[in-house]
């Protein structure tokens, strides 16, 4: 069986590819579910919410409530290329005026925020290095996080995010990309075992504007990263990419919502992940709204989900909501599965030993999606930070 | 000189009631230098003798033995079998995503060699069994069986057996499936890999025409999971004219 074959095939399938129909209808459409900058307009979840049904709740209590941020416990460093500027300010009521919070956690994160971090590309500027910025916390700190991203028209950039330490963090990342744009954003995770993360990311993107999103979570006791999508104007593009690598007792959840409205855009979203250990679990849920005035849409997604021990629970579910027949494609693909036996068999029988057999297989898995992010220091990080985890993969009853 | 000593194997798969036994007392010897084909109809175990050598775990030895220059084969884990100098040519290779053919060469040599190949001389033995095997030299950055048309995936193992090395070699039914031209390319590699080393050969097929182009020095006729007959070369001839009915109808 192949990893990447279009059906799944093989023994496991926990809970994957559940048709949003079959299960809860919470609204007639995506497009309706609530948005507020009100704490008090979302009740503290109790894990019965359509989109809270996934994820421990209970353990995410501190980010429910309103409260200060730890400002000691929290370090931001920026590298900033020709071309880009970052700075800091108060939020005001409408922020970059690009997302509002979806649920409780966002709204709690927008209200608590003191600080709103800024980071803007000059129109047309097209900087050879990546901005980078680096959040760092330490002993579990409060950190109420609103970063607004702005890419100006026709500019080009990269800019990473990334993520260490040990946090409470809830955070709103609001990303604009005026028309002609090109932004590839990088959020990296690499939190301590103890941090809880929650995060709403809304993307606007302009008239033949790009949005590359790509979002590798590998360390953190929960994250659960929300992307919303919407343009602006046509022929804008979204490509939303995924890498998520869950040990035991990690919870690492994904959501996407991408919402055609405009026509002749396009959405591709491919995330991929792997789960060793005791209580691992992950979860993705891909919507994926067009509506009636999308014509010309063209939209995919994938998710893929490798189990390599027992006791790891991976859940997949992709939602499209058409209400167009004029569209030049909408498709998406699941599948969770187990390793393939077959290939570390081919790999030992040329004398490879198991152990590094395995990391062939699991590296090769992650490096379809890894290699379309095209930045080759950004690939290099996240193979290696892969390789790390794959350090870790402990031995299973193949051995026995 | 080394031989690989095949003595009373018997080897069972499970099945949905119960297990089913395939192999029922494998008796063969190969030695360096020999070419030995075994011949036989489908479902007679020959690919089960491949994979039962190569160490899949699907096949499970019940009794008897084999030893590679006196050591315990069955006793090593496959990637061991493979350092020890056996080498399987899959009938199926498998896909492995994400690995390119060069980096999957190279992890391979290492592995066997314990050592990594020096860099300038194996990128020129890569390049060359390439060139000989009519590959395109783009082919080492796709990505390991992935897309590769039935040809494709052949001269993939030829060319893993001559950069590889392997002290025995085992091609399971590697002219299934090919065209002529393929067949002649495939074939031209394995006598350039017999010619330059000596290695022993155990050629499983269900047809003779490979035999045109490979010369056996033994022929062995597999039936019902036993080696029926054995002779030399003129018995693949005879083999050629008559087909496998004889030895399938009941005595």
Known sequence: ?400 | MSTLEISGLHVSVEVEDGSKEILRGVDLTVRSGETHAIMGPNGSGKSTLAYSLAGHPRYRVTSGSVTLDGEDVLAMSVDERARAGLFLAMQYPVEVPGVTVSNFLRTAKTAIDGQSPKLRTWVKDVKGAMANLRMDPEFAERNVNEGFSGGEKKRHEILQMELLRPKIAILDETDSGLDVDALRIVSEGVNRVKATSDVGLLLITHYTRILRYITPDFVHVFVDGRIAEEGGPELADRLEDEGYDRFLTPA
Request: charged share 20%; proline share 4%; aromatic share 6%.
């Open chain 1, 1 to 400: 069986m192949s990893l990447l074959a279009d059906k799944t095939q093989g023994p496991v399938l926990v809970g994957a590819h559940t048709d949003s129909g079959a299960a809860f209808v919470p609204d007639q459409s995506r497009a309706e579910r609530k948005r507020s900058y009100a704490v008090a307009d979302f009740t503290v979840p109790n894990g019965r919410e359509e989109d809270w049904r996934f994820t421990p709740v209970d353990r995410l209590r501190p980010l429910f409530e309103v409260g200060p941020d730890d400002r000691d416990g929290v370090t931001v460093t920026a590298d900033t290329p020709d071309g880009v500027t970052v700075s800091h300010g108060t939020p005001g009521s409408v922020g970059l005026g690009v997302g509002i919070p979806a649920d409780r956690a966002s709204a709690v994160a927008w209200e608590s925020a003191s600080v709103m971090t800024s980071l803007a590309v000059a129109p047309g500027a097209a900087p050879a290095e990546p901005a980078v910025l680096r959040v760092t916390g330490h002993d579990k700190a409060r950190l109420n996080g609103h970063l607004a991203i702005s890419a100006g028209a026709h500019s080009r950039s990269v800019v990473v995010v990334a993520h260490a330490g040990s946090v409470r963090c809830g955070a709103n990342v609001e990303i604009d990309v005026e028309d002609g744009a090109e932004l590839t954003l990088v959020s990296v995770q690499e939190w301590d075992d103890d941090s809880l993360h929650v995060a709403q990311h809304d993307a606007r993107i302009g008239r033949d504007a790009s949005l590359r999103h790509i979002v590798v979570t590998l360390g953190g006791a929960i994250v659960r990263i929300s992307t919303n999508v919407l343009y602006s104007g046509t022929g804008g593009s979204f490509e939303g990419l995924g890498v998520y690598f869950a040990d035991a007792g990690q919870h690492l959840e994904h959501r996407l919502f991408v919402d055609h409205e405009p026509p002749n855009c396009r959405s591709d979203v491919a995330y991929k992940g792997a789960l060793q250990g005791d209580g691992a679990h992950t979860v993705w849920v891909g919507d994926v709204l067009i509506r009636a005035s999308a014509g010309g849409t063209n939209t995919y997604e994938l998710n893929r989900n490798l189990v390599l021990t027992d006791g790891a629970r991976a859940d997949s579910v992709p939602n499209l909501e058409i209400e167009t027949g004029q569209i030049e494609g909408a498709g998406h693909a699941s599948a969770t599965g187990r390793f393939d036996d077959e290939q570390l068999f081919y790999l030992q029988a040329r004398g490879i030993p198991e152990d590094t057999a395995r990391r062939l297989v699991v590296r090769g898995f992650f490096a379809s999606i890894v290699q379309r992010i095209g930045v080759p220091e950004i690939v290099e990080r996240i193979m290696a930070a892969i390789d790390r985890e794959l350090g870790a993969t402990p031995q299973t009853e193949a051995d026995g």
